[in-house]
């Protein structure tokens, strides 16, 4: 008796451990076996870039990339991309012509067949913007302006994406081009914000626009020049992921943000922390791997 107690004490603990490592967050009840397995519909990739952004979003069979990372995480994002063996991204989002977005963008659009390529209108004459204007320019790529109401981009059956942002051509500080973009899938839904500071936010909380998300990309690495109380509100998400850089010189994420995250009890995924994150959705139920 004694023994059989122990073999299922020891049982209980390596699924306890298993549990653990896999990260599963199940956000209601209808969770399947097979779904527990990772047989999602949607996935979408936090690639850990540092101190920058990149994300992958595979969802019918098709690929959207939204912004490249720094030019200091090229490896991590090339070697990511690689393993997933993709050969054609059919969307790519430049979110904002800042380094720790476009670093690495000339390189994707080299190294892979692009359907169509975004960015906001505004033009900078720094070097990394010019190589990805010359690299799109040697594969007869146009650059396709993202602003809010942009309807086509097309990612198939039970999938929405939807524009809230740029809202003008005429914007200060370069982050706020950064679109604010929606991705429904099913039931669960994905809100994107690049850099987009607390401005843009307002501007985009005045058009009554339907925020409401289950996973929020916290805007500019998880700053206090994004992430509004009121907008945070009005997304309602049960997840956070922040994409920032280990021990980076600007303080990110900062400890106003974090706060305001837990105060509102949304469970924090960090790059510098969890490493690459991927969520995937079968389209009423999330899972997380980190």
Same mark, same amino acid.
Do not use: W
């Given at each position: 008796m004694?023994?059989?107690?122990?073999?299922?004490?020891?049982?209980?603990?390596?699924?306890? =451990? /298993?549990?653990?490592?896999?990260?599963?967050?199940?956000?209601?009840?209808? *969770?399947?076996?097979?779904?527990?397995?990772?047989?999602g519909?949607?996935n979408?990739?936090?690639?850990?870039?540092?101190?920058?952004?990149?994300i992958?979003?595979?969802?019918?069979?098709?690929?959207? =990339?939204?912004?490249?990372?720094?030019k200091?995480g090229?490896n991590?994002?090339l070697?990511?991309l690689?393993k997933?063996?993709?050969?054609?991204?059919d969307?790519?989002?430049?979110?904002?012509?800042h380094?720790?977005?476009?670093?690495?963008m000339?390189?994707? #659009?080299?190294k892979?067949?692009?359907g169509?390529?975004y960015?906001p !209108?505004?033009?900078?004459?720094? !070097?990394t913007f010019e190589?990805?204007?010359?690299? =799109?320019?040697?594969?007869?790529?146009k650059?396709?302006?993202? !602003?809010?109401?942009?309807?086509s981009?097309?990612l198939?059956?039970?999938?929405?994406v939807s524009?809230y942002?740029p809202?003008? &051509? !005429?914007?200060?500080?370069?982050?706020n081009?950064?679109? #604010?973009?929606?991705?429904? /899938?099913?039931?669960?839904? /994905?809100?994107? *914000?690049g850099?987009?500071?607390?401005?843009?936010?307002?501007e985009?909380l005045?058009?009554?626009?339907d925020?409401?998300?289950?996973?929020?990309?916290?805007?500019?690495?998880?700053?206090?020049?994004?992430?509004?109380?009121?907008?945070?509100?009005?997304?309602?998400?049960?997840?956070?992921?922040?994409c920032?850089g280990?021990?980076?010189?600007?303080g990110?994420?900062?400890k106003? *943000?974090?706060?305001?995250?837990?105060?509102?009890?949304?469970?924090? /995924?960090?790059?510098?922390? &969890?490493?690459?994150?991927?969520?995937?959705?079968?389209?009423?139920?999330i899972?997380?791997?980190?």
């Open positions: 004694k023994k059989r107690i122990f073999f299922i004490t020891i049982i209980l603990s390596i699924m306890s =451990l /298993f549990l653990s490592s896999c990260n599963l967050i199940k956000l209601n009840s209808n *969770t399947s076996l097979d779904y527990i397995s990772g047989k519909d949607i979408v990739h936090y690639i850990d870039v540092g101190q920058g952004d990149s992958l979003i595979q969802v019918n069979n098709k690929n959207l =990339l939204i912004d490249a990372g720094p200091s090229k991590d994002l070697n990511y690689s997933l063996k993709i050969e054609k991204l969307y790519v989002i430049a979110t904002h012509p380094e720790d977005h476009i670093g690495n000339a390189d994707i #659009i080299k892979y067949e692009i169509a390529f960015a !209108k505004v033009e900078t004459n720094t !070097k190589k990805m204007v010359d690299a =799109l320019k040697d594969k007869d790529l650059i396709n302006s993202i !602003k809010a109401g942009v309807d981009i097309d198939g059956a039970s999938t929405k524009i942002s809202n003008t &051509d !005429k914007y200060e500080n370069l982050n081009y950064s679109p #604010i973009i929606k991705i429904q /899938f099913g039931s669960n839904s /994905f809100l994107f *914000t850099d987009a500071e607390k401005e843009v936010e307002k985009v005045k058009t009554n626009a925020l409401k998300a289950d996973v929020l990309k916290l805007g500019h690495h998880g700053s206090s020049s994004s992430t509004s109380e009121e907008f945070l509100r009005a997304v309602s998400p049960s997840l956070g992921i922040i920032v280990i021990d980076n010189s600007y990110h994420p900062t106003q *943000t974090l706060k305001l995250l837990e105060d509102n009890k949304i469970k924090i /995924f960090r790059t510098d922390k &969890d490493g690459s994150i991927i969520i995937s959705s079968d389209g009423t139920s899972r997380i791997e980190s």
